[in-house]
């Protein structure tokens, strides 16, 4: 009887049928001989529960429709979209023909709910069915690796990709990139970057980031320069990467040159690329222009306001840092974990003790934030930093969470500002059996019992360390001159202008000595002769970087160096006087914090 309906009636029911707000799948089955896919595929994008998947699959299996590869795979896909992983998998196995897109739906399906393990036991069963896997396929597999860092099988798969002939797929070879760049394996990601014969806008960003994560922020720098010169216009996302690079180096220079960029290409600055801008110009040293972009963005949000908050942490201005607490609040932004975290940390590197108490006692109950390892970390630091020692180990062994290497870090710092050679112990052995491998604690605590003469201990863990092959992490400093960054280690003798460096740091220090600088052969911690400790002293890194920066940039303007390690105290007091003798700004960047030294004083108070 249908039948003898005229076509124009008919095509106004299907009509009503596939776009309708709620379409009948009862009303539709009368219509089954005449459904073609496309309506079902159209029911399972509505689907909003796993229950309303089941349903429409039932229809599908009853009008036969399963078998059309199209509707399977949709069906594999929304199930997996609402984390039905079992009935995919059981209609999957089910399936009397898979294609790539089959297989590809299940090995992502169960990469992104988290379950890698059947994500990869699919890609097996996958090559052992004799199939040969596509740019489609491969992809998903290869995330897998990099999500889970497992660089072991990433290599396995990157020895299917040959054998599959797809070593210059465009897709595959990007994916391979991004792997190797999240196992920080650059020199990999690198190989496999230059060879490619065309790069997209996304593997240049990977590429860039990758840089700057595994510690080459100049080279991600020297990476953007090379995308414009080819052609590839950078995105937002690019450029968050590129500013992150340019907070990595410190170097102010680049930082102003980028912001340029972005300004002349009429790029917003958005809450994410504003905050990253804002936390640019505050590790490139000016916390000021970092003020006034933070100032004059239209959106912020609570990472915003405590990237701020931790700028004027780190360059030692506590109270601002603490200022800007109650106005976050009357601006409606509610304070989350990161938040305090800075708020602790800007009391601890400026003494605010009785402040730092307050914040942290009113966390959970004024704003329903429960402390974590991270703010406890920060009260011991700021009550070991006052010298309330004693108070500093009740609170750890009160604590309700695990204690981790952090937090016996602070206390092992403060055991090494105040002298308390046995708790230090207690501290480094803390440390030791969480990090094993980690030469920095050994190499604190040695210097901790240099400091009190027990040159025994000394050699005893001197000698540990050599027994397990443990090296000191080498001092580095950085300066940036003539938009190059020039590099320098203790001793340094590498550079091409490096006997006038010399030249001119001997002449420094005479002038220097007459003005009153004494040199503190304490932080030169080793059982050697006064002479060889001074000779130590006084090629310190950063002693040759500003040396260099003197001779080689106008007078009166700032000299800016970063220190990849926690600055030494003879350098500070060196800092001090050559800013007084030269009417210098030097800005020193150290592994903790900045240091603003003018007129022979220093931002940090002598508090660091």
Known sequence: MFKSKTPKIFASKYATLCYSSAPSIVEATQFSHYLDPRFYLYELIKCKTPNQVKQVHAQITT???????????????????????????????????????????????????GDFINS????????????????????????????????????LIHNVVYKCGLDSDDFVVAALVDMYSKCKVIGDAYQLFDKMPKRDLVTWTVMIGACTECGDPDEALSLFDRMREEGVVPDKVALVNVVNACAKIGAMHKAKVVHEYIARSKFSLDVILGTAMVDMYAKCGSVDVAREVFDGLREKNVITWSAMIGAYGY?????????????????????????FVSLLYACSHSGLVE?????????QKEYGVKPDIKHFTCMVDLLGRAGKIDESLQLIESMSVAKDEGIWGALLGACRIHGHVELAEKAAKSLIELQPQNPGHYVLLSNIYAKAGKWED????????????????PGWTWIEVDNKIHRFSVGDHTHPRSKEIYEKLNYMLKELEIAGYVPDTNFVLHDVDEELKLGNLFSHSEKLAIAFGLISTPEQSTIRIMKNLRVCGDCHTFCKFVSQVT???????DANRFHHFKEGACSCGDYW
């Open 63 to 113: 009008n036969g429709l399963l078998k059309n590869q199209i509707v399977a795979n949709k069906l594999l896909y929304i199930y997996c979209m609402h984390k039905s992983l079992d009935d995919s998998y059981a209609l999957f196995c089910g399936l009397s023909e898979k294609n790539a897109v089959s297989w590809s739906v299940m090995i992502g399906g169960y990469a992104k709910n």
């Open 120 to 155: 990869l036991r699919i890609f097996r069963d996958y090559l052992r069915s004799g199939d040969r896997p596509d740019n489609y396929t491969l992809p998903f597999v290869i995330r897998v690796c990099r999500d889970t860092m497992d660089l072991k099988m990433g290599r």
């Open 315 to 339: 360059h030692g201005q506590g109270r601002n840092a603490i200022d800007m607490f109650p106005t976050m609040l009357r601006s409606r932004i509610l304070p989350n974990k990161i938040t």
């Open 355 to 363: 402040e730092g108490k307050r914040l942290f006692n009113s966390m």
């Open 458 to 473: 000394v050699a005893k863990i001197r000698e540990l360390m050599s027994h397990q092959k443990l090296k000191k992490i």
């Open 583 to 589: 009417s210098r700004v030097i800005v020193v960047r």
